[in-house]
């Protein structure tokens, strides 16, 4: 778990908050120097992957996928990165996570399942 003062208010580290703004530089030296934070969540649960699939970001979610990150992660409300890749139309990170072996079964909290949506 990092120190409270490698989160900013919303408890986002460094690697989020970089996911967040859709910086792959900034993204690979976050994960170069604190790769044990690279399935810390937030204060609502999502994490780096999460984060970068609901931006679109390929190659964030790429790299993360690289790093060995948890693709069936859920967050608060029980969303994977695949449902939300899915409800946002990111269709290439939809390939990624897929490819990558995320579990299209998986459902949130309202039971939504990524294949019905």
Known sequence: MPH???RDQIGRTFLARACANREID???IRLNERPEDIDVADNAGNTPLQIAALEGCEDIVQLL???GCDINC???DKDTPLI???ENGHLAVVRLLLDAGA???QGNLNG???LDL
Do not use: Q, W
């Open 4 to 6: 409270k003062k490698h």
């Open 26 to 28: 900034n993204a690979r």
């Open 65 to 67: 996928i690289e790093g």
């Open 74 to 76: 859920k967050n608060n």
């Open 84 to 86: 939300d890749a899915v």
């Open 103 to 105: 579990d299209p079964r």
């Open 112 to 114: 939504e399942e990524p």
